[in-house]
């Protein structure tokens, strides 16, 4: 987890304690459990005497829990709050479930949808049953952006001054690995044109393949991305191209129809200005 920027750390309205602060509630992730400051120092990247304060002020306000026979911590039921808070809040997870129901039962793939943490796309709806074994993830659960189906999609439903920031942020977290990625990102931007989908075939995890599509609305929120995925064996690459990415995006656009979402016509019109200028924006000043 990286601190605030210089850009952000010279920015007087910014509060630096507050950030972090909530840099050590986003520490915990699902399924862990029990987190001692020396584990949280060492994902925030904060000194372990500012985490040792900030998890005392936490204990202290009631968004963790201590556990003094491990020396360790918990999220408290305060903090879970804001989380189903804001899950509560959005409606697309919501009307977007009997889809994702329908396509996980035609499929036999997980079906979720998510929206951007960071370097990452963070999942507030799943649809999942016996036959997607292999597939573990849950609301909460993150998938890095540059690699997978979701993540890819997303990226492609950007306004160009925010994808172009996005992708600046993804080169400097990923360094040496970056170039490769990239490649994949400008590979999505054209499938998103020609077919509207993106696809991640073994490029996360080796036996996971899925399928991406973005959701715009026009109310200002989001975007927010929908992937179907399933191991390698069952989604062979072919079948991902014929059948699950253009049965995700009529999913997707029958969602925006129930939203109220963004027209066809406009959503045809995206898709040619990306064609034009997807690859070449992808580079640009990322070199």
């Given at each position: 987890m990286k601190?605030?920027?210089?850009?952000?750390?010279?920015?007087?309205?910014?509060?630096v304690a507050l950030s972090r602060g909530l840099d050590v509630l986003r520490a915990f992730h699902p399924n862990d459990g029990l987190l001692g400051n020396q584990?949280?120092?060492?994902?925030?990247?904060?000194?372990?005497?500012?985490?040792?304060?900030?998890?005392?002020?936490?204990?202290?306000?009631?968004?963790?829990?201590?556990v003094p026979r491990f020396e360790k911590y918990?999220?408290?039921?305060?903090?879970?709050?804001?989380?189903?808070?804001?899950?509560?809040?959005?409606?697309?997870?919501?009307?977007?479930?009997?889809?994702?129901?329908e396509v996980m039962r035609e499929t036999g793939g997980a079906v979720a949808v998510g929206g951007r943490d960071r370097t990452s796309m963070i999942y507030f709806g799943q649809s999942r049953n016996g036959l997607t074994l292999g597939v573990q993830l849950d609301v909460g659960s993150r998938i890095p952006i540059a690699t997978?189906?979701?993540?890819?999609?997303?990226?492609?439903?950007?306004?160009?001054?925010?994808?172009?920031?996005?992708?600046?942020e993804?080169?400097?977290?990923?360094?040496?690995?970056?170039?490769?990625?990239?490649?994949?990102?400008?590979?999505?931007?054209?499938?998103?044109?020609?077919?509207?989908?993106?696809?991640?075939v073994g490029e996360w995890q080796d036996d996971v393949h899925a399928a991406g599509v973005a959701l715009k609305l026009n109310d200002g929120t989001g975007p927010y991305a929908f992937n179907c995925g399933a191991p390698a064996f069952r989604f062979t690459e072919e079948?991902?191209?014929?059948?699950i990415g253009p049965?995700?995006?009529?999913?997707?656009?029958?969602?925006?129809?129930?939203?109220?979402?963004?027209?066809?016509?406009?959503?045809?019109?995206?898709?040619?200005?990306?064609?034009?200028?997807g690859k070449a924006r992808v580079v640009e000043g990322i070199e």
């Amino acid at each position: 987890m990286k601190r605030p920027g210089k850009k952000v750390a010279t920015d007087r309205n910014f509060v630096v304690a507050l950030s972090r602060g909530l840099d050590v509630l986003r520490a915990f992730h699902p399924n862990d459990g029990l987190l001692g400051n020396q584990e949280i120092a060492a994902r925030t990247n904060l000194p372990r005497p500012t985490v040792s304060r900030l998890t005392y002020t936490l204990t202290k306000l009631g968004y963790l829990t201590p556990v003094p026979r491990f020396e360790k911590y918990q999220l408290a039921p305060s903090a879970m709050a804001l989380g189903y808070a804001a899950l509560a809040n959005l409606g697309v997870r919501h009307l977007s479930e009997p889809f994702r129901e329908e396509v996980m039962r035609e499929t036999g793939g997980a079906v979720a949808v998510g929206g951007r943490d960071r370097t990452s796309m963070i999942y507030f709806g799943q649809s999942r049953n016996g036959l997607t074994l292999g597939v573990q993830l849950d609301v909460g659960s993150r998938i890095p952006i540059a690699t997978t189906a979701m993540g890819r999609a997303y990226i492609w439903a950007l306004p160009d001054d925010e994808r172009a920031a996005l992708l600046r942020e993804l080169r400097e977290h990923y360094g040496s690995r970056w170039s490769r990625m990239r490649d994949g990102i400008e590979r999505s931007g054209e499938m998103i044109a020609r077919h509207g989908f993106a696809l991640s075939v073994g490029e996360w995890q080796d036996d996971v393949h899925a399928a991406g599509v973005a959701l715009k609305l026009n109310d200002g929120t989001g975007p927010y991305a929908f992937n179907c995925g399933a191991p390698a064996f069952r989604f062979t690459e072919e079948r991902l191209r014929n059948d699950i990415g253009p049965r995700l995006v009529a999913m997707v656009r029958n969602i925006e129809a129930a939203l109220g979402g963004a027209a066809p016509q406009q959503k045809k019109q995206e898709a040619k200005k990306i064609k034009s200028g997807g690859k070449a924006r992808v580079v640009e000043g990322i070199e």
